[in-house]
């Protein structure tokens, strides 16, 4: 052995593994030559009916060759990165992404005070190509989380909902890196208008006012004139300019209840539809907040869940795919918690085990509200 490492080969060989490019390449070589050896697994498993991994009887010798590279090139991922000019708002391949951005991360004019198309897209698919996404900054970390994705597991269930493999992995990649863009040091994300003021209208609601009447004109022909409160309970409200010492105090309860009935006849009349500006969230850009785990989980399974929310599985792909050892799932949120462990947001194995119900478990007290968080911020848009 000591003769060995003397000689000028082995020299060369230890110098090379410790470069870092070679190490990359090898990486590489390793996903794909695991991929390839997981297709030849089909199809030397050919009891589990995936007819279009196996190598025809009739193939032999370089046809047999050349079969398996055909069927080894289709079960990778497109990359987006090899597309000439990629375009986010036109492809097919981010047809998902499109959908879910447009409804839940549409863009706004502040000169026209619309809505406008999402900016998402377009800022993930460069984030993407540039290698600035956290967890898939270089091909060796893309291998892992690819080789994660292409669980059997996981291509089943895609194909049970007849979702295309491509197209998903884009939307979970995007989620991903959305979610992480506005939880990493995220910029405090206040009440909308609506719901402070909704908040402010139940307090006062509170006191239990009651209006009173009277009728003025004839018998026949008159109409109600508010003529004042009854309140079961008393109230202070407060107000305080800034940089100003002067606090003022309203205490009369009839004046709380006129108030309280101006903002109710007002949110009335501007009710949740479309965009408002009373749908808005201020944002709080002297607090910085460290986003827990939970909260990434929580917005991560609420933007998936809702874009699977209208998809069924077909029985016969399920009856034909499944095995006596191994049942295909069909369960959403097993589905969306693999996706959160394939895509890096989260490395506990937990979430990949069938029958545990990990992810639904650990948000069951989670809503909207106290799951609140920081907006985007620069982490996402540099």
Known sequence: MCELTRTPLYKFLFSAVQSIEFCRICSILHYYIGRGLQIAGRYIDCHRGDKDLMFPKSDIGGGRFSTFLRNFEAGMIADIKNIENFNPESDPLFDYVNEVAEHFWQGYDPETGQRVTSSVPTTFSRRYIEGCIKGFTSDVIMSHNLAKYENEDIQNTLKAFGLNKDKFWYLC??????????????????????????????????????????????????????????????????????????????????????????????????????????????????????????????????????????????????????????????????????????????????????????????????????????????????
Request: proline fraction near 3%; aromatic fraction near 12%.
């Open 173 to 382: 990649v995007c989620i991903k890196d959305y979610v992480d863009g506005f939880t990493t040091e995220g910029i405090r994300k206040n009440p909308t208008h609506r719901e402070e003021i909704t908040n402010l209208i139940a307090e006062m609601d509170k006191m239990q006012p009651e209006p009173s009447f009277f009728k003025h004109g004839t018998k026949d022909n008159h109409v109600k004139i508010l003529n004042g409160f009854k309140t079961q309970k008393n109230a202070t409200l407060t107000f305080q300019l800034e940089g100003s010492r002067k606090i003022l105090r309203i205490t009369d309860p009839e004046t709380i209840s006129a108030i309280n009935m101006a903002l109710s006849w007002w949110m009335d009349e501007h009710p949740k539809e479309g965009y408002s500006f009373l749908d808005a969230s201020p944002l709080d850009f002297d607090e910085i907040e460290e986003t827990s785990a939970i909260k990434q989980l929580y917005w991560y399974h609420k933007y998936l869940s809702w874009f699977l929310r209208n998809k069924t599985a077909n029985k016969e792909v399920c009856k034909e795919l499944s095995t006596a050892t191994n049942r295909v799932s069909v369960d959403k949120w097993l589905l969306v918690s693999r996706m959160i462990y394939a895509t890096g947001l989260s490395n506990k194995k937990q979430l990949t085990i069938d029958g545990i119900d990990y992810l639904k478990n650990y948000l069951k007290k989670c809503n909207d509200e106290n799951m609140r968080t920081g907006n985007l911020n620069d982490y996402y848009w540099k």
